[in-house]
């Protein structure tokens, strides 16, 4: 519940301003294409939702793989603390373009949990919406016939069919079906899959035809662009972002700009003056009926988006449109102008952080540490021994006067059995500025940090092998100097391997396997290595199926270097998981040691099984 917690905090923080990012770059974007047709104004907003939905999914996987922190930039190691002038080192400058800026912020886990159950509540009533909207659409569709359709109606749509469709791949395709019900005000069109336009029976009637040509040129007009299933397209990617005021800006111009290139198709089987006014005709009888009750979110009908004022202007307007040749160059200068921006927004992000976790590895302990370390640690600095060198990056180190206090903070890194960890990586960050200070611990795992201005910190440590850890505080310079112990756990090990066999028309050489691929460790760990792995054999009948693909498992390996509990993370064929079984069962470890004693750790193996011609 807490991961998921923090991937809605980051989700909710940057789409706060990732959609605004966005819905300004668009709306520039429309005024260029403000005498362009419709149809491209409606292309632009499409590309302005997938562009936030792209630039939500971007915060989202570097919040989850890790990559967080104040600002990315490239260590400068030197023999004596330096600062780093920002904006002068060309290194610096490098790694901005490369990494970016990623900024975390620690949200109390209970608002961090309060978020969360807003969010999935407020989700569960917009879906209960969509739901409830698909019943009403399916209802319609259920209460509608096709049957007594007057040929005029038949002609009519016939022909503007096939006016629609002349030149088109889709003119082979038959006219949509055409159902009629007196359960509705105005026409609609239904269904994603398979569209259908539904009548009321007013229009049926003789003395309505100039209204029933209207309705059937914008109903057929939504056909011919298979607005239903884009539409529905549309409301899945919007889903998310509903809290957003300006995500229903976006879906507002998707859904008027829609209306508008209907409203350009209709006019080329009809006269613009006529069916400008059969719209007005018909926007009068609708109008003594409740029509917005009967909507429906997975229906289009004639007066959606609420402009009828704007479309009536825009089938009078005189004014030529500009020429294709130019609404195309304003169209691709409008996407250009939205991409640019959200690559260049993929750039900075912002990352909830609800727990003591980074990278899935749980912090140490608040309070001392159990074993040899509770006792000791704080005997393991003393007073007058000079900390290690530090390094001082991004934004310059506050002057040290009267008025800012300054003070000092130490620790210990050990390991989950109380061993010290030398030349671990501790980072000072602060989270007012863009002030930071790297330091490693010395040989018996102590750090320090010296000249600390007083402000909210946090401390990141990390070292090769081992998880990493980190802890959010206040310093307030005064008083007894902070003493923070951070408890390292071990990494996990992966094993791959390659099984490979000739395909039933042409057997020939046995199975191979690659050896394994071990992680890199450091500190007091050495990793566990494979003694006996026999390989895993190419199932007959799944090489007779031609199945093929990769198995991965996942175990632990015990202290005796037995592999336990192995279960299947996914597999593509049955025989290959148990090929993949009966093999790593068998397997045999020289155990993880840590600071020479064997210990338990996770496993990943994957099984990769292919077929050679």
């Known amino acids: 519940m807490d991961a998921l917690s923090r991937l809605v905090g980051t989700f909710l923080l940057n789409a706060a301003w990732q959609v605004a990012l966005v819905s300004a770059a668009a709306t520039v974007g429309d005024l260029l294409l403000r005498r362009a047709p419709a149809r491209y104004r409606h292309i632009l907003w499409e590309i302005a939702l997938l562009g936030t939905v792209v630039l ?3 915060s989202l996987r570097k919040a989850m793989v890790g990559r967080v922190g104040e600002v990315t930039v490239i260590t400068v190691s030197t023999t004596t603390a330096e600062v780093v002038p920002a904006g002068t080192n060309a290194s610096k400058r490098l790694a901005w373009l490369r990494g970016g800026i990623h900024r975390r912020i620690v949200l109390p886990l209970a608002l961090g949990r309060v978020v969360l159950l807003l969010y999935v509540s407020f989700m569960a009533v917009v879906l209960a919406r969509l739901v409830r909207a698909w019943l009403l659409t399916r209802r319609i569709e259920r209460s509608a016939s096709g049957d007594a359709l007057p040929d005029h109606v038949v002609t009519i749509a016939e022909g503007f069919w096939c006016a629609m469709t002349a030149g088109d791949w889709r003119g082979r395709q038959p006219v949509p079906r055409i159902l009629h019900s007196r359960d509705i005000p105005g026409p609609v069109t239904v269904g994603a899959r398979r569209a259908a336009i539904v009548l009321p029976d007013g229009l049926l009637i003789p003395d309505a035809r100039q209204e029933l040509a209207a309705a059937l040129a914008h109903e057929l007009a939504h056909n011919f662009r298979r607005d239903c299933l884009w539409n529905l397209i549309q409301e899945l990617l919007y889903l998310p972002f509903a809290f957003h005021p300006l995500a229903r800006l976006l879906k507002s111009r998707l859904a008027e700009t829609r209306e508008l290139a209907c409203d350009e198709l209709a006019a080329q089987v009809l006269t ?15 109008s003594r009926f409740e029509l917005r009750s009967a909507r429906a979110d997975y229906t289009l009908g004639v007066f959606d988006a609420d402009i009828l004022e704007e479309r009536i202007m825009k089938l009078l307007d005189k004014r030529p449109c500009a020429s294709a040749r130019l609404a195309k160059l304003s169209l691709m200068a409008s996407a250009v102008l939205v991409a640019a921006l959200a690559l260049a927004a993929t750039a900075f992000s912002l990352t909830t952080v609800t727990g003591g976790v980074i990278g899935g590895v749980p912090s140490g302990t608040s309070g001392g540490i159990s074993g040899g370390v509770s006792g000791g640690a704080v005997g393991g600095v003393s007073d007058g021994v000079p900390g290690p060198k530090s390094r001082v990056q991004g934004g310059e180190v506050p002057a040290k006067n009267g008025e800012n206090k300054t003070g000092s903070l130490s620790g210990i890194v050990v390991d989950s059995s109380g061993g010290r960890i030398p030349n671990a ?19 018996t795992g102590n750090f320090s940090f010296d000249d600390v201005p007083a402000g909210r910190y946090t401390l990141e440590v990390s070292s090769k092998g081992m998880g990493g850890v980190f802890r959010s505080f206040e310093f307030k310079a005064e008083g007894e100097p902070p003493f923070f112990p951070f408890v390292l756990h071990p990494g996990s090990v992966a094993e791959t391997v390659a099984v490979t066999a000739k395909s039933p028309n042409n057997p020939g050489d046995k199975a191979t396997k690659m050896g394994p691929r071990r992680i890199r460790v450091g500190g007091n760990v050495e990793a566990a290595k494979v003694i006996e792995s026999p390989p895993p054999n190419y199932p007959e009948a799944a090489k007779n199926r031609g199945a093929q693909g990769v198995v991965v498992l996942e175990a632990t390996i015990s202290a005796t270097g037995a592999v336990e509990d192995l279960k299947v993370v996914s597999s593509p064929d049955d025989d ?4 993949a079984l009966d093999a790593v069962n068998k397997w045999r470890y020289q155990p993880t040691l840590l600071n020479g004693d064997p210990i338990e750790v996770v496993t990943t193996v994957s099984v990769n099984f292919t077929l050679q011609d």
């Open 576 to 579: 290959l998981t148990k090929a």
């Open 272 to 286: 613009a003056r006529l069916y400008a006014r059969s719209l007005v005709r018909m926007a009068h009888e609708i």
């Open 425 to 443: 990586e501790v980072r000072l960050v602060s989270r007012n500025n863009s002030f930071q200070q790297s330091v490693q611990s010395d040989e």
């Open 56 to 58: 939500a999914a971007s």
